[in-house]
């Protein structure tokens, strides 16, 4: 998904589930969910397969989708662009006089819909897709304020942090060294890692649902400095993981 203003790219997001549920996951709490989360299909799921009976996100949005008074499969949900694009959740001034454009590309919908393996595949049709956003009409007095800013090209920095997602596909091996693509004019502030197994192109496999790997170390180098500083030294199946779960649970304080 792309966002621009009079056809200038503000911020693209690609591999938008895998983008929007990793950054979700750590930065929206269960209220979340209880109180918003549903009108914009958020529900996180507490067991890997879609199983109504075990599986409570699973079984609430099944329910909100199939099982209502409407024609069966019909639905509407509503997700505002702050949890998509990084310049929607910084940027909270007005925008005067820009053309606002989102572009979507969609993947195919094996990777759109989850269900079980005794159910019939299943299909996502989109009817309509409406972008809504606030009207502002200034008074007299600031339109003058605006125009003369505009008049005189006065230079306003826009400071966000933008989103990025790449994904790469490892060798079989027990160590690997990824080297992402980051512009020269920016400083990376967070990376969030996932790793995923079997999950693309089936909709049986739940794509919300992460996996350890068993990961035993994994370390950031940006300009010769090391983050973290120490290993994490973690072991999953000991149920080691203390240091890793801290800096997941510090990550909404912190980002915010």
Same mark, same amino acid.
């Given at each position: ?65 199939? $099982?209502?008074?409407?024609?069966? %499969?019909?639905? #509407?949900?509503?997700? &505002?662009?702050?949890? =998509?694009? +990084? !310049? ?86 027990? $160590?690997?060294?990824?080297?992402? %693509?980051?512009? #020269?004019?920016?400083? &990376?502030?967070?990376? =969030?890692? +996932? !790793? ?61």
């Amino acid at each position: 998904m792309a966002y621009d203003l009079s056809g200038q790219n503000i911020e693209t997001v690609n591999n938008l589930g895998q983008a929007t549920t990793m950054l979700g996951m750590l930065k929206y709490s269960n209220d979340f969910q209880l109180a918003e989360g549903l009108n914009q299909l958020w529900y996180k799921d507490t067991v890997t397969d879609a199983n109504l009976t075990t599986n409570v996100g699973f079984t609430v949005r099944q329910a909100y989708i199939i $099982k209502k008074p409407t024609t069966k %499969g019909t639905f #509407s949900f509503c997700i &505002p662009l702050n949890h =998509i694009f +990084g !310049f929607c959740e910084d940027y909270t001034k007005v925008i005067y006089g820009f053309k606002h454009t989102l572009t979507i590309q969609r993947k195919n919908d094996n990777d759109a819909n989850f269900r079980s393996a005794a159910a019939a595949i299943g299909k996502v049709n989109l009817t309509k897709v409406s972008l809504w956003m606030p009207y502002v009409i200034p008074s007299d007095t600031q339109r003058l304020n605006l125009n003369s800013v505009i008049r005189e090209k006065v230079t306003i920095p826009v400071a966000f942090y933008s989103r990025s997602c790449e994904t790469t596909t490892p060798q079989q091996t027990s $160590k690997m060294t990824w080297r992402l %693509g980051v512009k #020269s004019d920016e400083k &990376p502030r967070y990376i =969030i890692v +996932g !790793f995923q197994t079997n999950k693309d192109n089936d909709q049986t496999q739940n794509a919300s649902i992460f996996d350890h790997c068993n990961l035993t170390n994994i370390q950031v180098m940006i300009n010769k400095i090391r983050y973290p500083e120490a290993d994490y030294e973690l072991s999953f199946p000991n149920q080691q993981v203390s240091r890793a779960y801290t800096d997941v649970s510090n990550f909404k304080e912190n980002f915010c």
